[in-house]
């Protein structure tokens, strides 16, 4: 199947030369790009579908770096409007452990619906409680990315300290570092495709280094380490608990593998020996807003060799699940503490894209618009209410102009939005479905 997108009137490549053209084209085989161009194109075997790009502004999609998709259920919880982390989290818990494969399928899908809508073609999630030993939930999660068609890295999250232990969550959603152990394994096999342009793979993820025995931290970067896939968890998010993560950095975790979320506390030296490691970091800037965490030092960690994407974080600390919104955000945060200059939006686009690529090590296969590389692309329609009087610079627009939703979003060759309207989901049927779990499970 040969697809031709034509007379794309902006085309921001998002490769290492921040290429920007004007009137191109982009050719798509199956699902990879074969072609680009400007101006009319020659193919030697015509395409089977053309897709105009008149008036669009085309970039690569986005790739999300770190979520908790089951958190749609819970947005704008009004018992926690102004909790700190540990409050929100203790209060929470006692809801959130009554999901199950339908909750989580449902939340999923509404998560992911909302993120290609602002530009998504990748994401990650990190699903790390499992009520009452139901291992299912992650395979429902993974159902929810298929059927949807987003190119999907979930990690297999878990948590092994429960309130009997000192720890803040109930016993009824940890698990022993054991049965933690042998599930991940379980799921990486079943699911971790290491073919190029994969549409899922997948990552280890303790919830966060207070959540979890050190063993299991000991022993998630072994296994990570034997497997071969990447470790993911939450780091120094609040002030309170630097000192704690930190002490237990000596388990393994300091590695080219592992990407972090939040690292909003972080000294010079901290940022040293992440940078040596070359690790990689989710910048959440709505949920550390929303917390009242702090302002991650993502321009100074931008001149090290630390990989940066951004993420919206879970929904119960952002309440959307705007992509395209949240680069506005990692831009107009950085600004607070860094002054004008801190964080161009031309950098914060790539952040968006290639940043997250790399963050899930992924940048040889998406990221950019390239030949051979996988067609996850996303056009923004440049006529409308939010862009009129913002041309000026078309390419930025999107981000400055706060723009909504995309008009076209592609995933391995698929459309899966077209006109602004998906293709194969039933938005409607989806928001019903949501409402009526999220206020059974509120009642609890
Ligand atoms: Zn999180």
Known sequence: MRTLISDIAFLMTGNVLRQELEDAYVVVDDNIITGIGTGAPVLRTPADRVISGARMLMMPGFVNTHHHLYQTLFRNVPQVEHAKLFDWLKFLYEYWKYIDEEAVYTSAQVGICEMLKTGVTTTTDHLYLYPYGNNAIIDAEIRAARDVGVRFHPTRGSMSLGKKDGGLPPDSVVQTDEEILVESERVIHQYHDRGRYAMTRIALA????????????????????????????????????????????????????????????????????????????????????????????????????????????????????????????????????????????????????????????????????????????????????????????????????????????????????????????DVQALVARQNTIAAHVMAR
């Open 206 to 425: 303790p919830c966060s280094p207070f959540s979890v025995t050190t063993e299991l931290m000991k022993q998630t970067a072994a296994l990570a380490e034997k497997e071969d896939v990447l470790l993911h968890t939450h780091l120094a998010e609040t002030q309170d608990e630097e000192e704690f993560c930190l002490q237990r950095f000596g388990v393994g975790w300091l590695t080219p593998r592992s990407w972090f979320a939040h690292i909003v506390w972080a000294s010079d030296s901290d940022i040293r020996k992440l940078s040596e490691h070359e690790c990689g970091m989710a910048y959440c800037p709505a949920s550390n807003m929303r917390l009242g965490s702090g302002i991650a030092p993502v321009t100074v960690m931008k001149q090290t060799n630390m990989r940066i994407g951004i993420g919206v974080d879970g929904s119960a600390s952002n309440d959307t699940n705007s992509f395209i919104g949240e680069v506005r955000l990692a831009i107009l945060l950085q600004r607070v503490r860094y002054g004008a200059d801190a964080l161009t939006s031309r950098e914060a686009l790539a952040m968006g894209s290639m940043g997250g690529a790399r963050v899930l090590r992924m940048d040889s296969d998406i990221g950019s618009i390239e030949v051979g590389k996988a067609a996850d692309l996303i056009m923004w329609d440049l006529d409308t209410l939010e862009f009129a009087g913002g041309l000026h610079d078309p390419f930025t627009a999107p981000v400055m102009c706060d723009a909504k939703h995309v008009s076209f979003n592609m995933v391995n060759g698929k459309v899966l939005i077209e006109n602004g309207l998906f293709t194969n989901i």
